[in-house]
């Protein structure tokens, strides 16, 4: 039974790995902006309020994940995703955020007074 379990958890790694790739504010609201369409990074800085060298690693990670896509237009670099089904993923998840309420947002271990914790420095990391 052992071996089925850490089978199981070697084939659910990728899916992990993914919803922690998406699991940062920041990086979700990129994808978000790019699900309407392409951007630069100077787009995506305004459009979040970030540092440039912030966005610029944020769209690193995504870009490492096989999410973005990057194509140089002059000096800058525009920005797509590289997998459009990440639209319905995003779709899916606000259906199920409508139908769980609240309780995925105060779920202690991940809701959002963790994240805020987790932000300054003051939960426990898990």
Known sequence: MT???ALERVELAPAAALFRSLGDPARLAIVRRLAVGEARVVDLV???GLAQSTVSKHLACL?????VDSRPVGRASVFT???PPLIDLLAAAEGV???TG??????????SSAAQAASTGTGDDR
């Open 97 to 99: 955020l409508a139908a």
């Open 81 to 83: 995703l590289a997998q």
């Open 46 to 48: 305004e459009h979040l």
């Open 102 to 111: 609240d309780a995925v947002a105060l779920c202690p271990t991940y809701g």
């Open 3 to 5: 071996s089925d379990l």
């Open 63 to 67: 870009r490492d994940c096989g999410l």
